[in-house]
Structures are given as C-alpha cells and as structure tokens.
C-alpha cells in the first residue's frame, strides 16, 4: 500500500493542492489571531504599562508593611498623595497630585521632556505641561506638603507620562513615603514575590488593571476567546469541506482497491498516511505562513492607523503547537470521517460509472437534527442574554451561536438549494438560460450546493457579526462617554469665580473652536450641622457641549464625588431633596446624582433664586476636532491656575483609542477571515469543476457553447454566494445582537442595538462579486476541456 500511497499523491497532486491549501489557510489563522490579538494586548497597554516595563511583578494596593518589605528589597512604589505645593513665587494648588519618582534608572519610567531625572533626594521633575500652567522652570525650589513632613525640592527635569499615571509633580519616594494621605497604587517588584502578599508577575496584574478600567470586563480575554474560537470553527469546517469533496471524487478509486485484493484496513491505512503527511506539511507550512501574514497585517494596520498603533507581536508557542497539532488532527478526521463511510460500498462498485457526490438530499434525520439545533442554539442565546456574569454569557453566546450555525449547516442540503431556486427565478428573467441551468443544477445535487456555499456562509457570518457588535459597542461607548464628558476641557473655579478676560484669552489660543462663560454662584448645603461650599453653575444655551445640558427647574446634576461632600451615600443620593444657600436666598433641589464632569449643575432659573449677580464660575472651551488635548489643556491651564482643569476630550480620546486598537485588530482577523472563505469557495468550485468534467462534455456536446457554459458557472457562483450572503448576514447580525446585549447590557443599560446597514449591504455586495471572482479559474478550466475529451473522462 505504500505504493499506492506515492502513487495516489503523484496522481491527485492537483486535487491534494486544494486540501494543502485549506490546511494552511486553517493554520495560518490562527497564527494570525495569535499575532492580531497579541499586538492588540500590547496596543491597550500602551501607557498603562509603563512604569512595569521593568518590573517582574506588582502587588495591588499594598499595605504599609508590603510597600516597606518590597522597596528594601530593590522594588519601586507607584505612589501619589495630595499635598500644598508652592514655589517661591506662588502657590500651585492646596491640593496638588504628587507622584513618585526613582532615582534609579530601571524604575524611571516618566518621558524625559529637559533636564535629567533625580539622582537623591531633594530633587524632583515636573509634568511639563503643568511647569507650562504654572510658570516652573528648571532649577526652580517648590516646598511641598505641610508642617514636619514638607520637603523641599529642586526642580531637575520635565517629564511627560501617560494619562493614567500621570501627576504635575514628581519627588523622590524617601521624601514622601511617611506623609498621610499617601495613596500606594502598586508596589513593583525587581523578583518573585510572595503569593501570600497577592503578588502577581507582570503579564497577569495588567490584565487585572485593563479588566478593573473596563468596568470588570476582560475585553482582551473576550476578544481572544471569540477569535480562537472562530478560527477553530472555520479551520475544522474549511478542511472537513475539502477533503470530503475529494475523497467522495475517488470513491470508484477506493472500490477498485477493494476488489483487486485490499482489505478495509489496508485502504484506511493508507489514506490515514496520506492525511498524516498532508497535514504534517500543510500545517509547518501554516505557521510560516501565518507568522508573515500576522506581522504584515500589523504593519499594514500601523500604517493606516498611526493614531491608533497596535503593539507588537508576540507569538506564543501554546497557539503556534495549538495550530499545527490542530491542523494535523483535522486533517486525520476531515479524511477519516469520508472514507469510513466509502468503505461501506462493495468492490463491485468499481464496476459501475459513480459520480463523486451522492446527489440525494438530505435525510429526514438529518433535518431534524438541523432545525432542532438552530432552535436550539437560539434559546442558549436568549438565555445568555439575560444572564447576570457577562462572562459566563459570553461564553454560553458563543456555544450557542456554535449550535445555532452547525443547525443550519445541517440545514444546508434543504436550505440553500431552496433559496437558490428563488434567487435563480429572479436573475433568469436578466440573464436567460445560464441562470435556469445554473438553478437547476442546484437543485439536482444539493450537498455539493451546500457544501459549496458553506465556506463563504462562515465568512459573511463572520464579517457581518464581528461589524455588526464592534459598531454597536462603539457607538454605545461612545455616547456614554459624552454623557460623562460632554464639554472638551472645562476651567472649573473651585472658591472664587474666574475673571472676565479668560473667555477671550481662551478663545486666542491655538486648537480652541470655542469658548463660553458659564454663570455660576458659591452656594452651601448642611451637612452635620455645617454648612459645606458647593460651586454650582447653569448651563449656558448653544452648542458648546457634545450634549444638551438643559437642567430641568428644581434638579441638581452632580458626580457621586461632589455629592459626598454632604451625603452619605452619594451613589444612592439621587430623588435627595437639599437646600442651597447663598447668604440669605436659598433654593430647594432635587439631586440627579450621575457621573459628569466638573461642578453642580442647576437650571437658570433655579440660579436667579439664589443670586441677581452670578458671576462666571467655569469657562467650557471646545476644541478643533484634531487639536491634542495634552497640549491644549497644558495652554489653557496658564490662564487660570487657581482654577480645577477638566479634560474630557482626553478621557474621551484615551477611550476612542482604545476601541479604534480593537477595530483595526478585529478588521486584520476580518481580512485573513475573508480571504480563507474565499480561499474555500474557490476550492469547492474548483474540485466541483473536477467533479463534473463529464457533465459539462455532455452539455458542450448538447451546443452549449463555451461563454454560455462560463455565464452558467458565473450564475451558479453568484447565486450561491448571494444566498450564503444573505442567510450569513441574517446569522451574523443575530449573534451580534446576543453578545453586544450580553457584554453592555449591565454597564450601559440604554444602549441600542444599532447594526451598520451600509456596511451589511456592502459585505452582501462584495459576496457575491467574490463569488463571481472565484469562478473565473473554474470555468476557464472547464472551457478547455472538449466534449469530446470530457465524455471520457473517468
């Protein structure tokens, strides 16, 4: 048999270079969702991760005796505390952010803008848009903190750090490790630590970090169980496809080693040596193929996305084994699964013309089972949606939308020939006869028509689906972000009001669309028998917010933060009725308690009942729409550095970031995901042209010219890949809707499904040109063969 194994190699090496093509394809995917997610994980972190670039590992909020043991022991705490801070000109702030700063250079993790970082203590390095708000300069002394513990400082740098950790001030962590007040983010660690300290290395503590900044939701670890996941599902369907196509074609091959001589056995073995060696070379060929697609797509996507860069690759060897053992064994079983079921045939089949596939249609059985599991799938994805753990539903969707695709692929021998003779019925009445006959055929064997479309149905499923969600949960996340942030950057006085000309100044500098003055007065409630300052202001009519700003009469909109000044429970505090006061006015309100920036907010009207003089307590600036707003908010602090500044459009930003790195990885695995369902189709239509040599002679043979047999191949091709279009698309958008309800539905409860119909309409478009692309080399191929020549063929 082992001769009959070269020989069958030699023989069909052109029908083996498909099966070689959808082992690879499967494998390289994979290697790509390891390269695409990796760069996406490392993207995310870009600036959360930095002062750990050279930490092995961290312990999260950290008591006093685990910050002492780990410091000592060469580690490095990423601390900060609220301290006065004055230089000798004036005073910065009574409430200023210090961080901490090392005088050694692995922990120096800070952007150097001028100077050099502190090498002892009593030297220190300033943010550099704060030296630029506060007129610090090099060499400058600031006093910082109070009483016994302030420390005096010589200003030695200027730094510029990431958003999440940045302060306006750095000293030395000796000077400010004993002030109260000191808040210990993490303590690094230069080594292993003690588990029983909750130490974790690196790697895991930032995923704990992205996890707890996403409300409690791991998207990385989302996103790469939903691609592995896919890419497990389109390799084992696109290999299983192929090969039992192909081994169905050699089925008289098979009963004729039967009947010269050849046990069961001895043919199964052979073809397991064949699947082995295909696979074990398919799948080395895989990896290095899906290693050059992974770090070219990331390069490509840098380059379309400079604003939004993905990080760099890192492939794992649990993925690069995964998929060529993967590859490998779905080899094993796509040709297994065919041939045990050819062996069945007695060897006198040998004796009798066999086409490849069976035309039967499918069972009842099997259309039982189909329209169970999809009805199935879909009540596993309604119950997901209203479970409570988004992670638990998110993986009860995903097995779901699983059952849901494999009930319909059962379904595919009934469906799919079904809608194509609607669809054929149609596009005959514009193209004639080739679309009649492009129908029928069809119809006349509908597991070849199911097979056929089956491998773009998983592409269109895919791209429609993945759109679909990334739209949806881009657009939910967004708007909630102009809820919280609606004004770009925000000068918020916290005492006393701003002086007139800050508007106009605001207004003359650089990157500023617009600016408006917002009265405003300084009311107080009482709480505990004192009265506690609250600073509110009214919205002003017009455009300068992302969002309407009205304030209903009688109704306070504050943060929890504000609220807790004077309540007790300030998330609970909404429908709270308080009184503001100013001297001898005072107003009743009901307090809306939500997350927004800046002061209390009331109405215009409620503003008159407590002062006839209001005066402007916040100015709100908006911003161009590409002005960075790291610098904007560093010029417009110069203008009122008494005043809080508020940086929405940088919150804003860091979160558009975060989802503009997501979109470009999800839209890299969509290419390869495309490419590989094209890849597929072809190869069906391919092995299908092979298929039907003797059919297509015939039709030749009956004066079906070579263009009318090219427009019927054409019309086949577009038929199926618009019926996989359509029922891909409808799949998609319902396992979008699942997993965007599942994953926003506790945090963005008013969030809408919103499906991206433009780009839907344009996938169906693009499906079916593929499918008229795929064609091209089938029908040419068909073409050259003669009736005569083809009505030989065995």
């Not at 988004?390 to 009860?396: D, H, N, R, S, V």
């Not at 958008?733 to 499906?755: K, Y």
């Amino acid at each position: 048999m082992r001769t009959v194994l070269f020989a069958s190699l030699r023989t069909y090496a052109r029908r083996y270079a498909a099966a070689v093509v959808a082992v690879v394809a499967a494998v390289a995917l994979i290697v790509v969702t390891n390269a695409l997610t990796s760069a996406t994980k490392s993207g995310l972190f870009a600036g959360i991760d930095a002062p750990f670039r050279n930490a092995v590992g961290a312990v999260d909020f950290p008591t006093d005796e685990v910050t002492e043991k780990y410091t000592e022991k060469g580690g490095w705490a990423l601390a900060a505390s609220m301290q006065p801070v004055r230089t000798e000109k004036a005073m910065l702030g009574q409430e200023v952010m210090v961080g901490a700063v090392s005088t050694e250079k692995r922990w120096q993790w800070q952007e150097l803008e001028a100077g050099r970082f502190p090498t002892r203590t009593g030297e220190s390095v300033v943010d550099a848009n704060a030296a630029k708000t506060n007129e610090v300069a090099i060499g400058d002394t600031l006093r910082v903190g109070n009483g016994e513990s302030a420390v005096e400082t010589t200003v030695v740098g200027l730094v510029d750090s990431p958003s999440m950790w940045s302060s306006p001030v750095y000293v030395t962590w000796p000077e400010m490790k004993d002030w109260d007040r000191l808040h210990v983010q993490a303590v690094l660690t230069a080594g292993a630590g003690d588990k029983a300290d909750k130490w974790l290395n690196t790697d895991d503590y930032l995923t704990e970090l992205q996890t707890q900044l996403n409300k409690e939701v791991n998207v990385v670890a989302y996103m790469v169980l939903i691609f592995a996941f896919i890419a497990l599902f389109v390799s084992v369907l696109v290999i299983t496809n192929t090969f039992s196509i192909l081994f169905a074609q050699r089925m008289r091959d098979f009963a004729l080693l039967r009947a010269m001589g050849a046990t069961k056995r001895q043919v199964l073995r052979s073809v397991r040596r064949e699947a082995l060696a295909l696979g074990l070379i398919a799948s080395a060929f895989g990896l290095l193929v899906g290693a050059v697609l992974g770090w070219g797509i990331v390069a490509i996507v840098r380059q379309f996305a400079e604003t939004a860069p993905l990080g760099d690759v890192a492939l794992e060897w649990p993925w690069l084994l995964s998929a060529f053992v993967l590859g490998t064994l779905t080899t094993l079983v796509a040709s297994w699964l065919p041939t045990r079921r050819l062996m069945r045939l007695s060897p006198l089949a040998a004796l009798r013309p066999q086409e490849g596939f069976d035309v039967r249609g499918a069972g009842m059985f099997r259309l039982g089972l189909g329209v169970l599991g999809t009805l199935v799938g879909i009540g596993i994805i309604f119950v997901a949606v209203g479970w409570d753990d988004a992670q638990t539903g998110m993986l009860i969707v995903l097995v779901g939308c699983g059952i849901t695709f494999l009930g319909v692929m059962l379904l595919g021998p009934a469906l799919v020939p079904g809608l194509v003779r609607l669809a054929g019925a149609a596009l005959a009445k514009v193209a004639g006869s080739p679309a009649k006959l492009a129908a029928a055929n069809a119809g006349r064997n509908p597991k070849r028509t199911a097979a056929t479309a089956a491998s773009l149905l998983v592409g269109v499923t895919l791209t429609t689906g993945v759109l679909t969600g990334m739209n949806t949960i881009r657009a939910a996340t967004l708007d909630e972000m102009a809820k919280q942030h609606p004004i770009d950057i925000a000068l918020q006085a916290e005492s006393k009001p701003l002086a007139d000309s800050v508007v106009g100044d605001a207004k003359a500098v650089q990157g500023v669309a617009d600016a408006v003055a917002v009265p405003g007065v300084l009311a107080s409630v009482e709480a505990d028998g004192k009265p506690v300052p609250v600073p509110v202001v009214a919205p002003p009519a017009g455009d300068i917010a992302l969002r309407d700003l009205t304030v209903k009469p009688g109704t306070m909109v504050l943060s929890p933060v504000a609220a807790s000044a004077f309540v007790e429970n300030s998330f609970e505090a909404s429908g709270e009725k308080v009184t503001l006061a100013v001297g001898d006015r005072t107003a009743t309100v009901t307090l809306d308690v939500r997350e927004i920036d800046g002061a209390a907010q009331i109405s215009a009207a409620t503003l008159r009942e407590l002062t006839t003089d209001p005066q402007t307590y916040a100015v709100w600036v908006r911003a161009d729409a590409g002005a960075d707003p790291e610098d904007l908010a560093g010029a417009l602090g110069v203008l009122a550095p008494d005043a809080e500044l508020l940086n929405g459009k940088g919150q804003r930003a860091w979160v558009e970031l975060q989802l503009d790195v997501f979109t470009w990885a999800v839209i890299g695995l969509l290419a390869i995901s495309v490419l590989i369902a094209l890849a597929g189709i072809a190869n069906t239509l391919g092995l299908s042209v092979l298929e039907r040599g003797r059919e297509h002679a015939l039709l030749r043979a009956l004066g079906l010219t070579k263009r009318q047999l090219r427009r019927t191949l054409a019309a086949e091709a577009v038929l199926l890949s618009a019926v996989a279009a359509v029922v891909g698309t409808a799949l998609g958008v319902f396992f979008a809707w699942g997993g965007s309800e599942v994953l926003i539905g506790d945090m963005l409860p008013d969030a809408r499904f919103d499906p991206p119909v433009l780009q839907l309409v344009g996938v169906v478009v693009v499906a079916g040109v593929a499918g008229l692309v795929s064609c091209v080399m089938p029908s040419k191929r068909a073409t050259k063969v003669s009736p005569a020549e083809g009505l030989a063929l065995d």
